[in-house]
């Protein structure tokens, strides 16, 4: 003859609660910042320089001295006979200026605040978080 026992048994089951929350603002703000650029402007002067000069060869080829570039300036001249001469020379100096122009640049930057908020405390709403 068989006794029935009582057995037991258990049972688990899980269940999510909330405690609380976190909020993340990201906030972009917007700065002008005076950005000193140098410029660099080029100028010529330009002098045209008397030389009257026979020369054997053909044109003299261009030079520099410094700075300045020197073109040679020929024109053919009746003599006994055809010979070159140079008339006149450019003088082309080159002259830098630099001048310092502030532009203003817009710079951003990312900030982030979080707050955290617990279950039983209301947003900003009013509404309790669940």
């Known amino acids: 003859m068989t006794i029935p026992v009582i057995e037991e048994r ?3 089951d899980k269940q999510v609660v909330e405690k609380g929350s976190v909020r993340i603002i990201k906030v972009v703000n917007e700065q002008e910042v005076p950005v000193n650029i140098p410029l660099i402007q080029e100028e010529h002067d330009i002098q ?3 030389v009257n000069q026979y020369v054997d060869t053909p044109p003299p080829p ?9 073109i040679p300036i020929v024109q053919e001249v009746m003599v ?9 020379e450019l003088h082309i100096t080159k002259n830098r200026v630099q001048t310092n122009d502030v532009q203003h640049v817009s710079l951003r930057r990312e900030e982030i605040r979080v707050e955290r908020l617990s279950a ?9 978080q669940v």
Do not use: C
């Not at 261009?62 to 020197?70: A, K, Q, V």
């Not at 006994?80 to 006149?88: C, D, F, Q, S």
């Open 48 to 50: 045209r320089v008397p």
């Open 120 to 128: 039983d405390q209301p947003d900003q709403q009013g509404n309790a």
């Open 62 to 70: 261009i030079r520099y001295e410094g700075d300045t570039m020197i």
């Open 10 to 12: 258990v049972h688990l």
């Open 80 to 88: 006994v006979e055809k010979r070159l001469m140079v008339v006149e």
